[in-house]
């Protein structure tokens, strides 16, 4: 797929750090990392420093950088891609060696993300997906999900993202006073072989409390 248009633009300024993040493309074996709302993002230049100055410790990517459910500790997140973008950059990321890829409902591009993921070429036993289910937030006029409309979530979702099944599905955000109900959609999701782990995203103990 040819680079979309708007891409070497949005590249070159949208970043923290003021880095391009096309430079993703050119990750080999040692790099920079840092986090940003959770997510371990890469970038390829090694002099980056933190706000406060201090440098960011290198890593060493290797098969061995992986938890206990075999999920690749530093992936490639696609938050606030457009579907094109998503697609060209997700492709470009498993072929620079990326094997986690972090998506969502709500970053509204999961289709992109999965005509990337089928453009790379990359066998689906090595690549690791995560994506997660918004909830719905009543504050921002979006209804609570149910525990059906959990269950079809996730069932659409795959077929945007042309997969048959997820790694790792989370909640997104602990937005809702349903949580236990959409707790257990995933529960049933898991058992339905639709996603292989779950969990919840941006809880803290009070939420799991």
């Given at each position: 797929?040819?680079?979309?248009?708007?891409?070497?633009?949005?590249?070159?300024?949208?970043?923290?750090?003021?880095?391009?993040?096309?430079?993703?493309?050119?990750?080999?074996?040692?790099?920079?990392?840092?986090?940003?709302?959770?997510?371990?993002?890469?970038?390829?230049?090694?002099?980056l420093k933190r706000h406060n100055k201090e440098e960011i410790p290198m890593m060493e990517i290797s098969k061995s950088t992986r938890n206990e459910i075999?999920?690749?500790?530093?992936?490639?997140?696609?938050?606030?891609?457009?579907?094109?973008?998503?697609?060209?950059?997700?492709?470009?990321?498993?072929?620079?060696?990326?094997?986690?890829?972090?998506?969502?409902?709500?970053?509204?591009?999961?289709?992109?993300?999965?005509?990337?993921?089928?453009?790379?070429?990359?066998?689906?036993?090595?690549?690791?997906?995560?994506?997660?289910?918004?909830?719905?937030?009543?504050?921002?006029?979006?209804?609570?999900?149910?525990?059906?409309?959990?269950?079809?979530?996730?069932?659409?979702?795959?077929?945007?993202?042309?997969?048959?099944?997820?790694?790792?599905?989370?909640?997104?955000?602990?937005?809702?006073?349903?949580?236990?109900?959409?707790?257990?959609?995933?529960?049933?999701?898991?058992?339905?072989?639709?996603?292989?782990?779950?969990?919840?995203?941006?809880?803290?103990?009070?939420?799991?409390?």
């Amino acid at each position: 797929m040819a680079e979309p248009a708007v891409q070497k633009k949005r590249f070159k300024q949208h970043n923290i750090f003021n880095i391009p993040v096309i430079h993703l493309a050119k990750v080999k074996s040692r790099t920079t990392c840092y986090s940003v709302s959770g997510s371990v993002i890469i970038s390829g230049y090694n002099g980056l420093k933190r706000h406060n100055k201090e440098e960011i410790p290198m890593m060493e990517i290797s098969k061995s950088t992986r938890n206990e459910i075999d999920m690749p500790l530093v992936g490639f997140g696609t938050y606030q891609l457009s579907i094109d973008q998503a697609e060209f950059c997700v492709n470009e990321a498993l072929k620079a060696g990326f094997r986690h890829i972090d998506s969502a409902e709500g970053y509204n591009n999961e289709e992109g993300t999965g005509k990337g993921i089928k453009a790379a070429g990359v066998s689906r036993d090595d690549i690791f997906v995560t994506t997660k289910l918004f909830p719905g937030n009543k504050q921002w006029g979006a209804p609570e999900k149910t525990y059906e409309q959990s269950i079809e979530t996730l069932k659409n979702q795959l077929k945007q993202l042309q997969l048959d099944y997820v790694d790792l599905y989370l909640i997104h955000w602990p937005l809702t006073d349903s949580r236990k109900e959409t707790w257990k959609a995933l529960l049933k999701l898991k058992d339905d072989g639709l996603c292989r782990s779950i969990g919840v995203s941006n809880y803290t103990i009070s939420h799991l409390q």
